[in-house]
């Protein structure tokens, strides 16, 4: 079974620009999140999806951060006029409800370095 | 925050011993996962514990939860090299299963 794919894996920015991370889940995964993860900390929730629903965004800098996924599968998390405060690792994972159990499966993550 | 501590902690140990890394949280949660981290890729669960339940093995690895100090630990028994990584615990904070994450140990285990 293919695990979650992402891209790219590394992208290099100046501030002002714009970026875009793809997602591709687990097949049949309905739940959809994305975090944020900077050096040395722990990843922190930005977005998660249940099918093409946000369920919560609240975590979202909704200023410059916005993520989609319409078709209830793979997902675009785009950043617009990035800041040096945004260099992070940004992970995906999917999960699916089985046995009341939500185990999450993370992709590699894009590493982002903002200049 | 859902955290006590919110900076990543480092332990080194050599091989061949036990180390418990214990994490506390501030808010319910109903299940507390364990991940780790090897460098350049994303978390992977390693052992996940209920509220309902006090303890949870898993070959040499050994989660607890406390409810009441709303805390959890994970041991390893006789670690090896290859357990060198980022240990992380989360939880799902109000029940809306997206888990949140501490900060996290890194571990480093010494031939």
């Known amino acids: 079974e293919a695990g979650v794919t992402q891209s790219p894996r590394y992208a290099v920015l100046q501030e002002g620009q714009a970026v875009s991370f793809w997602c591709d889940p687990i097949?049949?995964?309905?739940?959809l999140y994305w975090y944020q993860q900077p050096r040395d900390q722990g990843p922190q929730l930005l977005v998660y999806?249940?099918?093409?629903?946000?369920?919560?965004n609240s975590q979202l800098p909704s200023d410059r951060f916005s993520a989609v996924r319409p078709k209830g599968t793979n997902s675009t998390l785009k950043i617009q006029s990035a800041k040096q405060g945004d260099t992070a690792t940004y992970l995906c994972?999917?999960?699916?409800?089985?046995?009341?159990?939500?185990?999450?499966?993370f992709g590699p993550g894009t590493r982002l370095l903002v200049l | 925050s859902q955290w006590g501590e919110e900076n990543l902690q480092a332990l080194s140990i050599q091989e061949g011993e036990d180390v418990t890394m214990n994490c506390s949280y501030k808010?319910?949660?109903?299940?507390v996962h364990w991940y780790r981290q090897d460098s350049g890729r994303g978390p992977a669960l390693i052992i996940l514990?209920?509220?309902?339940?006090r303890e949870k093995r898993s070959g040499r690895l050994r989660a607890t939860l406390d409810t009441s100090s709303q805390s959890s630990s994970l041991s390893i028994t006789a670690a090896q090299c290859e357990d060198t990584a980022v240990y992380f615990c989360?939880?799902?904070?109000?029940?809306?299963?997206?888990?949140?994450f501490g900060a996290g140990t890194k571990l480093t285990v010494k031939p």
């Open positions: 994972a999917s999960s699916f409800p089985d046995n009341n159990q939500d185990t999450q499966y």
């Open positions: 097949s049949g995964h309905d739940t």
């Open positions: 999806f249940r099918d093409e629903a946000v369920i919560d």
């Open positions: 808010t319910y949660t109903t299940v």
């Open positions: 514990i209920r509220s309902n339940e």
């Open positions: 989360a939880t799902d904070a109000n029940n809306n299963n997206a888990p949140r």
